[in-house]
């Protein structure tokens, strides 16, 4: 690694003179323990956040909560993203503490949310699939591999005319 002094003198600095590295703030994973499992376990920071947040609604007893109260825990747990914390694609991005209770968490609008009971309804595990496949001819997009989205995945499908095999 090329340190600052050496970029601008060519001379490598005494340690004495060096900074030491701060941790990275965001990314990576936090080690919490999740509640009831008694021991540590690796915990992304997003889902710190969601089980944060799940825990305040349970103690007070209203599973309906807004972004202030996520951006507030979010800045506890060192996220930087809070509007990304109810985003929950699929189950797998919810904090096991919530799953394991049976909720999700949806959007209500207006800077709403809730904790629902729902989990076992609103997340599919989708079934394998008997028959033989279908080969289709891939043909590259730009667009095609920027996410993983349920947004993306019917542009994908569409625009690689699997859609059109079904309709028509």
């Known amino acids: 690694m090329v340190k600052k002094s050496e970029k601008t003198t060519g001379k490598i600095a005494p340690p004495e003179q060096t900074k030491p590295r701060r941790p990275q703030a965001r990314g ?47 800045k506890n747990n060192d996220f930087g993203n809070a509007y990304d914390v109810t985003k929950t694609d699929n189950s797998g991005i919810l904090a096991p503490a919530v799953l394991e209770q049976g ?28 028959t033989d496949p279908i080969k289709w001819p891939y043909r590259r997009s730009l667009l ?18 699997i859609i059109h095999d079904f309709l028509y």
Request: glycine residues 8%; positive net charge; charged residues 30%.
């Open 28 to 74: 990576g994973a936090a080690v919490r323990a999740v509640e009831g499992m008694g021991k540590p376990s690796k915990l992304s920071k997003k889902k710190l956040v969601q089980q944060e947040v799940f825990e305040i609604c349970r103690r007070r007893g209203d599973m309906t909560f807004d972004n202030n109260l996520v951006r507030e825990a979010a």
């Open 103 to 130: 909720y999700c968490i949806a959007h209500l609008g207006r800077g709403k949310h809730r904790f629902l009971k729902a989990a076992k309804v609103w997340f599919h595990r989708f079934e394998a699939i008997e």
């Open 144 to 161: 095609n591999e920027t996410d993983a989205s349920e947004s993306n995945i019917l542009s994908v499908g569409f625009n690689q005319r």
